[in-house]
């Protein structure tokens, strides 16, 4: 529906707890969801959290489509985790590069579980549980946290922010 502008770093939306959808018509999720998918396609991001948008509900999307962004990533079809909740983590961490639309241009080194099982309702309201491994439950990992009002340079292992244009992936 349309593309919105992202909120950058600093900005007090990515600073606090998003609150739970209870009503998917009062807090209109279907709009919500199509200009979250909008904004994350054309800013060429992997995943979105509503408070990105300057929106305080547990939502987010996730996408990679041939990303130019992340060109060695595997592509993973479009979702939508409304109230996500992380069940279960592999004990197996590793280390990988992260980017986010509110950090624009930089990348950091993030340490976290290889693998998460989680739970999360879907547009129709079903509740579905899936695990999932690596890039995947990067992203997923990522964007729950800004549901929590923390951003990957909290959780960075190395103190280093790098350019997004220099690192090849
Ligand atoms: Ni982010």
């Known amino acids: 529906m ?3 502008d992202i ?11 998003a609150q739970a959808v209870t009503d998917f018509k009062l807090d209109k999720v279907q709009e919500n969801v199509s200009d ?6 054309h800013y060429q991001g992997v995943g979105l959290a509503a408070p990105q948008i300057g929106l305080l509900q547990r939502i987010i ?7 130019k962004r992340y060109p060695q990533a595997e592509n993973i079809e479009l979702d939508i985790l409304i ?12 280390i990988g590069w992260e980017g986010c639309l509110s950090i624009p241009g930089f990348r950091g080194e993030v340490l976290r579980p290889v693998s998460i099982t989680y ?14 491994y690596g890039f995947h439950a990067r992203i997923i990992q990522h964007e729950i946290d800004h549901l929590n009002g923390i951003l ?14 220099i690192l090849s992936f």
């Open 119 to 132: 739970q999360a309702l879907n547009l129709a309201q079903e509740m579905l549980i899936k695990t999932v």
């Open 7 to 17: 909120v950058i770093e600093g900005d007090e939306s990515l600073t606090q707890k």
């Open 36 to 41: 979250m998918i909008d904004t994350m396609r």
């Open 83 to 94: 109230n996500p909740e992380i069940l279960e983590c592999s004990q197996q961490t590793e």
């Open 152 to 165: 990957f340079t909290q959780r960075m292992t190395g103190s280093m922010l790098k350019p997004e244009k």
């Open 2 to 4: 349309s593309v919105l």
């Open 61 to 67: 999307v996730l996408e990679v489509a041939n990303n």
